[in-house]
Each structure stands twice: as structure tokens, then as C-alpha cells.
């Protein structure tokens, strides 16, 4: 069993920054790939970025590209998501998530966590 929590969201102004955090325990970090994904109201849940389980290879999606920055700590069980110069459109809850690399899509979820981000 896998469990992962994330922490960091809040309110910030347009523009600011914010960190998320999720910490995973119950399997072997560096076997999973990890992915922030996150939902606005009224909307689809969407991935935000990801991260290989030995950070070869990252993903942004195009709206976040240049502002968001996801990395990873294999001895913390930790991925990070650091959100810079960020915009009302930006508000959602953010999730984490985690699929193993061999195969198989993301099976593991977070609760998530709230970010909005005021005009």
C-alpha cells in the first residue's frame, strides 16, 4: 500500500509563489513515477507535471511551462512542486499521485490540497 500526503497549498496573490510537498511512505520511492495533477472548480482533473523515478525525464503541461518546477528526493520520499508567478487560472486542488515505472497509470492519490490564488 501506498500513501502519499501533500502540504504547502494556501492563498497567494497573483504572482507569488507557493511550494506543495508530498511525502510518500509504504513502497519503494525511486519505483514510481510521480505526477501533480490538479482540478478547478466545474472542471476535469488535469496533470500539472511528472517526474521519472530517477528524474531523467520531466513533464510540464503548456500552461504551467516556465513557472512550475517539479523535483524529487528519492532518500526523503519527497516531490516537490514549486509554483512561481502564479495566476487566478492557477487555482484548483493539487494532487499527487504515483504510478510505477514498469507499467500501469497513476494508482495512488493523495487527498490533495487547496491553492487559490486571488486577482
Known amino acids: 500500500q501506498v500513501q502519499l500526503v501533500e502540504s504547502g497549498g494556501g492563498l497567494v496573490q497573483a504572482g507569488g509563489s507557493l511550494r506543495l510537498s508530498c511525502a510518500a511512505s509504504?513502497?519503494?520511492?525511486?519505483?514510481?513515477?510521480m505526477g501533480w495533477f490538479r482540478q478547478a472548480p466545474g472542471k476535469g482533473r488535469e496533470i500539472v507535471a511528472s517526474?521519472?523515478?530517477?528524474?531523467?525525464?520531466?513533464y510540464y503541461t503548456n500552461s504551467v511551462k516556465g513557472r512550475f518546477t517539479i523535483s524529487r528526493d528519492n532518500a526523503k520520499n519527497t516531490v516537490d512542486l514549486l509554483m512561481s508567478s502564479l495566476k487566478p487560472e492557477d487555482t484548483a486542488i493539487y494532487y499527487c499521485?504515483?504510478?510505477?515505472?514498469?507499467?500501469?497509470?497513476?494508482?495512488?492519490w493523495g487527498q490533495g490540497t487547496q491553492v487559490t490564488v486571488s486577482s
Open positions: 517526474i521519472t523515478g530517477n528524474a531523467d525525464t520531466i
Open positions: 499521485a504515483a504510478r510505477p515505472v514498469v507499467a500501469g497509470g497513476y494508482s495512488y
Open positions: 509504504g513502497h519503494t520511492f525511486s519505483m514510481y513515477a
